[in-house]
Structures are given as C-alpha cells and as structure tokens.
C-alpha cells in the first residue's frame, strides 16, 4: 500500500505557512521541518563531526564520555564536537519601503517573507548553540541586537522583528558596518534584502565586512511580479523610494523590463562573486526551505 507522506513545512507554499498566524509559530514550525530534511542526527545539530577531547569536569553529560579511553588509559575524556564551537553570526534585514510590497498573485509581503527567513534562521543557529544577533535597517539603523547563543535570546530578536521601519531609503552601507563590528572570527554575515540600494555603497559595506575575514550571504527577495511584470495591462509605475512616476502600459515595457532585471541580478551575482561573497535569488512564492539551505551552505563553508 501507497505511503502518503504529509509535506513538509518548509517545503509549502509561504503564503500558506504564514497564514498560520504569529511569526514565533511560523518559524518553529518551518524549522522542525527543516531539520527533518536533513535527517538529523539524534545527537544534536547538522554537522555532528567529532573536533577534539578534553579533560571531563564535574557536570558534564556522560553521553559524550569516550569509554574506550577511559578503560584504556584510565583518563574520563569528553568528546567535543564541531557544533560545538561558537559561531557568531550577524543577519541584516532591510525593512526599508520597498519591501512592504507584494505582487497581485503572493500572499506576503518581501518583508513578511523576509522576516519569517530571518526567524526561521536565527532559531536553527541557536539550536546549534550559535550566537546570532540581527541589525534592522532602512534610511538609518533601526534595531541592533548584539549576538548571544542564548535560546532565550531569540525572544529578544523576535521583538525586534516587531519595531517599526520603513524609512523611503536603503542606507544598507551603515547596518553592514555595524554587523561587522558585531562578529568575530570565525563569523558570518546574512544580508537579507531586496537590493534596491545604492550599489556602490553597499559594495562598500560587503568590502569592509569581508575584510574583517567574515563569510558572508546575500538572500536578494524578490517578487515573482517583480521578475515577470504581470501585474496590470497599464499604468502609472512608480519607484517607491524615489517617487520616480512613469506612466506606461506593461506591453510596452515588459520585455525590456525582463531584461534589465536579468542583468542587474548577473551584475550583482558577477560583483558579489569576485569579492568572495555567496549570492541567491529568492523568490517569494518559494518554499522557506530553499533560502535556509542557502543560508546555511555559508556556515558550512567556514573553517
């Protein structure tokens, strides 16, 4: 008999995730599922590869005791292992106007997306005992939330998902300093933003992160609308951070439209590329798991 397996969560349409209510829910929810896919180990974390012995000390949970040593040599070893290593990580989420859009045909915003990645990320990155901190932007710093490994901590971050944003502009430049200050080596970095920036200041920002040795990942959100321009026969288009108004109906434009879009993403995929910096494309309408694979493809990366 034919097994039926439910879906994952982060394997379902966002939109149908989301409208499970609080973000809190949502994010615990995609992250069972997540770590379901990757077949944990019943140990703990994703890479569970031993590091290092270490002398035991009273408290120590006996699971991680190498028997065979002791009974060898006499000597109560404790087994560390990989995930064990305090990681900090920084993601930088860009709250700023053109986020809190969405196309005709998505259910949430780039930001309500947007946010539920960062939830969802930040939780698996304390599960592992990682510290992680998160700093909102939009035309200045809105939150700075300093990493702890805490799973307490996450509570704080979620708080700050909740404070108030969108600012006209993308002062991005700014909240990668302040992320790289944040971290320390070995450290990673996840910006998460539509990219709708001042590229050559955020280059400048990303330049001075990654000499700071830092790993860093660009999530750039984008709208399905976005890409393919389905939106309505014609119309006044607008830049929402710039208030620039051009009226036109979306024939006219929409095959010259596929085409700066499709070279601006290669333009950001070629820079980010050449300064050692990881780059995908998320779409909106994409299951959660998708950017959290890419996210964490970072971390696996550092020594």
Known sequence: METVRNPRADQLDPAQVASLGRMEIVARWVVEGFLQGLHR????GFSVEF?????YQPGDDLRYMDWKVVAR??????????????LRAAIVLDVSKSMDWKGKTTGITKLQYAEQIVASISLL???????VGLVRYDDQVRSVIPPKARTIHWRRLMKALEEPGGGGDSQMGTAMMH????V?????????SDLLVDPEATMAGLRAVRAGGHDVTVLHILDRSERELDLVPEGVFADTETN??????????????RRT?????????????????SYEVVFTDEPFGVPLRKAFAARQRLP
């Open 184 to 192: 320390s080596r070995p450290g990673i970095v996840i910006l998460v």
């Open 51 to 55: 590091a290092e012995y270490r002398q």
């Open 261 to 277: 879009v499709d070279r601006a993403i290669q333009e950001w995929r070629d820079r980010l590329s050449a300064l050692g910096v």
């Open 179 to 182: 992320a790289g200050r944040m």
């Open 73 to 86: 040599a006499d000597k109560w070893m404790i087994k560390q292992f990989e995930e064990e290593t305090n």
């Open 125 to 131: 990155l304390l599960k592992q005992k990682d510290a």
């Open 41 to 44: 180990s019943p140990r703990k």
């Open 244 to 257: 620039l108004k051009v009226p036109a109906t979306a024939s006219e434009v929409r095959e010259a439209y």
